[in-house]
Every structure is written in C-alpha cells, then in structure tokens.
C-alpha cells in the first residue's frame, strides 16, 4: 500500500490545495494594488480634498471589486454538515467528516474534510469543482469524477447537479448564473463610466450611471432568485445527517453593494437638484471661487465656456483722442493730403 502513496483503496494521492479560490485572489490583489498606489500618492493632495479624494477612491474601488469578485465566488449558495458517512464505493468504512456545499454562478464546489483528518490511513480533505460554465460540460466532469474514484459523499453531492438528475438542480442553478452573471458584466460597464464621468463636468450623468449600478446588481439578485425558487428543494441526505443550503456570501454583499450604489445615486439626484454648487464643490473643491466666474454644472466648464449674451454684454462706449493722436493716425492713412483734421 505505500507504493501507491497510502491511501485507501489504492487511490492516488490528494493534489496542493490553494487556500482560495485563484480568481479571486487575482482581482483582490488588482484592486489592493490600486487603492496602494492611491494611498501612497495621498500625502500630496492639500487640505480638504485628501479626505474627500480618499473618500471617493476608497468607495468606488470597494463597488468594482465587489461586483467583479462576486461574479466569479461560488459562495451565491451554501451549506454545510457534519455527519457520519461512508467514504469510498464497495467498502463499508465509515468517516466522520464536515462536508460543505458552495453554489456558485458557474458551477458548484463540495469539500470533504475529515473530523480528524486522518482517518482509515489517508488523508481525508477534498475540494472539488464541477462547472458549467459556457463552454464547459458538467456531465464530463462528472464522469472524469467517477473515474477518479472520488469519495461517495462529493459525488453524491455532484451528481444532484447533473442534467439527468430528477432533482432538477442543473438546469435551475445554470439559468440562474448565466442572467445574473450577464446582469453583473453590465453592473461593472456602468461602474467603470460612472468612475469616467464623475472625473469630467458631467456629475449628474456620473450619478445616473452610479444609480444603473445599483439597480443591475439588484436585478441580477432578483434573477437569482426568481430562478433558484422554480422547483421546490432538493433533499440532500449524506449519512445520519441531511445538508441544507442558504444564500451565501456572495448574494449578501451583492445586495448591500447594489443598495449602497443605488441611494448614492439619488443622494447625487437629489443634490444636482436641489444644491448644484455644493456638489460640484465636493467632487472638485472650487467652492472659493469668484461667484461671477461660477459655471452650471450641466455645462462642460473650461470645455464649454459660457458666453454672455447681448443684454449682459457692456454698451460701446466711445473714447475721444487727443488732437496729436489723430494728427498722427490721419497722417499716416492718407500721406498725401496737406491739411489732415479731424
């Protein structure tokens, strides 16, 4: 048994696990980079503006992370259970094991870790992804799963999802990844305008956007859950015990993020309405400026000068000149008359 790495019965070892999920990590790590670089630049911002700035750099890098972490987490639904089960097929060994259920918007993740971890002379911690994703096939998965002799509680668990499974599952948790992982895309295309037009003098149509933020990431959680509450659930027995699963994470923050974008949104509405200066002076701090030089906000400020129009234009007024002056001018137009008055 050691030439096939200890485990029971003759299964190949367990692969280096990542502590998380490796997108995830990836996008985390894009946005601590940024808000870094942000912070070490901070010093040089003067006066008021550093906290503002900080402010609305620190929110706006919050809501992008969010929408794009969420869009890739498995943890939209989740559960988890601690039972006794049987842990290989054709072997009557039972394990005390935690076993937890994660679904995401493209695909599922089950893991298996042993209550201790090592039982029956292996090493009892699984963590295993089925997708179904475009362009992938669950039912290859699973099947590749059957063939690594995966222990019985994850394939019990995966193959609830399969498309021939009576539960359903599959088809319901599919289409709800697909609407709301489209509806997230479209949720961070208007967040990145937002961040574009809030730097220009455009600050209500940056609050719109900021409001359409909102408002996709919620539809995206009405799609979710529209979808995943179809067909009545699916019991799931593993053992003495039965799993039950919740919203998850994921859904939880998406909401308080869409929520957030959406009362920011009108907050700005209502302001532009309401005190116009006021928040053109909290984006760009000209509340110190010459009233007479003050701009509307709906215009495009040193892109679209503001001209003044004939009722406020000076009346000509005209200037008398001194005698010598208008000898010298009539003298140098017309050189050839002797006597040049006025």
């Not at 200890?6 to 990542?18: A, D, V």
């Not at 290859?140 to 995966?150: D, F, N, R, S």
């Amino acid at each position: 048994m050691a030439a096939f790495g200890h485990t029971f019965p003759f299964y190949t070892g367990l692969k280096p696990i990542f502590p998380m999920d490796t997108t995830l990590a990836v996008i985390i790590a894009i946005f601590l980079t940024a808000l870094v670089t942000f912070i070490i630049i901070l010093p040089g911002i003067r006066g008021k503006m550093r906290v503002f700035w900080l402010l609305r750099v620190v929110t706006s890098l919050f809501i992008g992370a969010v929408i794009l972490a969420v869009n890739f987490s498995s943890e939209w639904f989740v559960g988890q259970v601690s039972t006794n089960t049987s842990y290989k097929a054709f072997s009557s060994k039972w394990i005390s094991a935690d076993v937890g259920l994660q679904v995401g918007l493209g695909g599922v993740n089950i893991t298996l870790t042993g209550i201790p971890v090592q039982q029956l002379n292996e090493t009892i911690n699984y963590n295993e992804e089925f997708t179904w994703r475009l362009g992938e096939n669950y039912a290859e998965e699973y099947a590749k799963a059957l063939e690594k002799g995966l222990p019985d509680p994850v394939l019990y668990l995966a193959e609830k999802f399969t498309p021939n499974s009576p539960c359903g599952l599959h088809g319901q948790y599919r289409l709800a990844g697909h609407y709301t992982s489209a509806t997230l895309w479209v949720a961070f295309l208007c967040w990145l305008l937002a961040n574009v037009m809030l730097s220009m003098p455009v600050l209500v149509y940056g609050g719109h956007m900021l409001l359409a933020t909102g408002i996709f990431q919620l539809l995206g959680l009405l799609f979710f859950s529209t979808a995943t509450s179809l067909t009545p659930p699916c019991p799931l027995r593993l053992g003495t015990a039965t799993l039950h699963t919740h919203h998850g994470p994921a859904f939880w923050i998406t909401l308080t993020t869409g929520l957030l974008c959406v009362l920011l949104g009108l907050a700005m509405a209502v302001a532009h309405r309401m005190h116009p200066q006021r928040l053109k002076a909290f984006f760009t701090q000209s509340s110190g400026e010459d009233p007479a030089l003050e701009r509307n906000p709906e215009e495009g400020g040193l892109l679209s000068p503001r001209y003044r129009s004939t009722a406020e234009s000076p009346e000509p007024q005209d200037i008398p000149l001194s005698e010598a002056s208008s000898e010298a001018c009539c003298k140098k137009e017309h050189p050839r008359e002797p006597d040049c008055t006025l």
